[in-house]
């Protein structure tokens, strides 16, 4: 299943996702614009533009230019409830030094549904290998078998609200997929294809491709009708600016990048108390745009686009332009796509895809992150967490930022690389070395605990994933797209192949009064299932038992939680026991786990997760020769 493929649910409370892997390969194969070199030059045309097309390999420009190709009681755990009817996001500021980025060691690599689908295959081939090992860890097997195939086949697990949402998110899928979701091309009649699709970051001083524009439907999955009108409006716009192509192209001036915060750089510099980049540039926006820009669905977002300056105001929480990002805190990176040079992808996510790249001034690879936008208010809330988040936690258990910046109608999100990868990756076979399996559940409980305790945020979104691994041994959290406050959140849930969820986030109802509640240990369950995943080199309901997401979601609810194989510790027993545990408060709180048995063995023992990770490392680098 994919990310493309994924539909928004609305709830009183919470928004299920749903997502198949099917598409999710292909979400990115879009890319927008006709016209790279122009666009750079006119803010506003390039940020309507970039909305009004959508198809194209969103590599073609990246590939033909410069491709190279503890301390906390455990019962407080348990006190934080988070519901959903409210979007207020705390914020604290955070400072980083500008060594951060010199002095951290560099690491490198998503929902068992999109990190694509090609993983995903080879992940159902090895689960189904070790049979034995596998089934073995479920030692308790629940309602294993044919999918349900009524409501009235989960009393009690998932509400038939759940089940509608399924319901539905199966009925989308036939829509958009003729052959009934299996293929892996996007079809235009999808209405989330435009929304996956990616623009390519134009890398100066080589002029990108110029992908033609015609037949192109417009992102946020609206009628191609105004999509293709927006495209026309562009077109004169870039002529209005009647730019030499060559100045278009040209490169920022060099210097040293500034990723540290700066506070001298004042939040509410933004792009219009410096002047909108057209007007700093002498262009004039046609009217014609300001039309389209208020009679559209930007109007609905017009208080976060700013089409004007080409910036996007996220209720003064944060600024990002073409030249980097303010937060109210007052921190302020500046870091810009002239700046970068794409060397390879990483990896695809619900929201967008990761690519390591040069940051050419300081020579640090990093990874970027480009979240194409949609004019969904998901999209921006997103795009929101993940920054906020990023950019204050600080912690060696959570990747660093380096800064982002808004062009071209997608965000760039520049982070630590984990020149390792993100842990479905390395797991093939089964993770049995246990000293390794509990150095990495520590350290993915550190960055829990960082999240909860210093900033109050619930993650939301652990597994496999989102927990990476460079090659100093490093293991870090990342991925904050769907987090939110231990009080008050968005919420926005991704159902997929794979649900990480616990059994009260995926049954309503948990808080009474049909509102969701449910707390941190929601992301212990999720730890637990990552922890097994890893260890049994599969995921813990295997699609060949499990043969539709109901029949999962139904056995994480209903079922005996998965257990691992008997050729493990009891100490590993126990550490994975408690974090299953269905019933949230018979969980242990980050504090209780940090100090459980089997994690303070190997705390106590020297564990070199270096090698580890150098050896993992070259088996993929291995892999990939043969391939
Ligand atoms: N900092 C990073 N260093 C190296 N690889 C990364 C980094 N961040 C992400 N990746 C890789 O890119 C992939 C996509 O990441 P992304 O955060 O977009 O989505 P995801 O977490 O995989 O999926 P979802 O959108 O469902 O959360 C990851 O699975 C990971 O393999």
Not at 196 to 221: C, D, E, H, L, W
Request: aromatic share 6%.
């Amino acid at each position: 299943m994919s990310s493309s493929d994924r539909i928004s649910l609305p709830n009183a409370v919470e928004q299920l996702s749903l997502s198949s892997d099917t598409a999710a390969s292909s979400h990115h194969q879009s890319s927008l614009n006709a016209n790279n070199s122009e666009h750079n030059l006119d803010p506003q045309s390039s940020l309507i533009s970039s909305f009004s097309s959508s198809s194209s390999s969103s590599n073609s420009d990246f590939n033909d230019t410069n491709s190279l190709s503890t301390s906390s009681d455990s019962s407080d755990d348990n006190n934080n409830t988070v519901n959903g009817d409210n979007d207020t996001i705390s914020r604290s500021s955070s400072t980083r030094s500008s060594d951060q980025l010199t002095s951290r060691p560099v690491p490198p690599v998503r929902l068992g549904r999109r990190s694509s689908s090609k993983n995903r295959a080879s992940l159902a081939i090895n689960c189904n290998q070790p049979a034995e090992k596998a089934g073995s860890a479920l030692s308790s097997p629940t309602s294993v078998g044919s999918p349900p195939s009524s409501s009235m086949q989960y009393p009690g697990g998932l509400s038939s609200d759940i089940q509608e949402k399924v319901k539905a998110f199966h009925a989308a899928r036939s829509r958009s997929y003729p052959d009934g979701g299996n293929s892996t091309t996007s079809s235009p009649a999808s209405p989330m294809v435009g929304n996956r699709s990616s623009i390519s970051i134009p890398i100066a001083p080589i002029p990108p491709k110029t992908p033609p524009i015609s037949g192109q439907k417009g992102t946020n999955g609206t009628d191609s009708t105004l999509a293709r009108s927006l495209a026309a409006a562009r077109i004169p716009a870039q002529r209005s600016a009647s730019m030499p192509k060559q100045n278009k192209m040209r490169r920022a001036p060099p210097g040293k990048i500034d990723l540290s915060n700066n506070s001298t750089t004042p939040s509410s510099s933004n792009a219009d108390s410096k002047g909108s980049m057209a007007s700093r540039r002498g262009l004039k926006i046609p009217p014609s745009l300001r039309q389209f820009a208020s009679e559209t669905p930007f109007s609905t977002f017009s208080d976060i686009l700013d089409a004007k300056s080409g910036s996007l105001n996220f209720k003064n929480k944060a600024i990002l332009n073409a030249d980097g990002v303010n937060f109210s805190s007052g921190s302020s990176f500046r870091i810009n796509m002239s700046e970068i040079i794409k060397l390879a992808e990483l990896g695809k996510g619900n929201y967008g895809v990761v690519y390591k790249a040069l940051h050419r001034p300081s020579g640090v690879t990093m990874a970027v992150k480009e979240i194409r936008l949609s004019l969904e208010e998901a999209t921006f809330n997103q795009i929101l967490m993940e920054l906020d988040i990023l950019h204050k936690a600080t912690s060696p258990y959570i990747v660093d930022f380096y800064g982002a910046f808004f062009v071209e109608g997608s965000v760039f999100i520049c982070m630590e690389y984990m020149d390792v990868g993100s842990m479905d990756k390395l797991y093939i076979g089964g993770i049995t070395d246990e000293g390794v399996l509990a150095r990495i559940a520590y350290a993915v409980l550190q960055g829990l605990k960082t999240l909860k305790e210093e900033h109050n945020i619930i993650h939301r979104d652990v597994k496999p994933t989102n927990v990476l691994v460079n090659s100093s041994g490093q293991i870090k959290l990342c991925d904050f797209g769907v987090s939110g406050n231990l009080v008050a959140s968005i919420s926005k849930t991704n159902i997929g192949c794979q649900s990480y969820m616990a059994p009260e986030r995926i049954r309503v109802g948990g808080g009474g009064n049909g509102v969701l509640t449910y707390t941190v240990q929601a992301d212990i369950w999720s730890l637990g299932l990552t922890i097994l995943e890893m260890a049994i080199g599969c995921y813990p309901y295997p699609p060949d038992s499990y043969t539709s997401i109901f029949a999962q979601l139904s056995a994480i609810c209903d079922g005996e939680p998965p257990k691992l194989p008997n050729s493990f510790s009891p100490e590993a027993h126990d550490f994975v026991n408690r974090c299953l545990r269905k019933n949230p408060s018979l969980r242990p709180g980050y504090q209780e786990l940090s100090n459980h048995p089997w994690i303070l063995k190997y705390q106590n023992m020297e564990v070199d997760m270096s090698a580890w990770a150098k050896t993992n490392l070259e088996h993929q680098v291995a892999g990939e020769a043969e391939r």
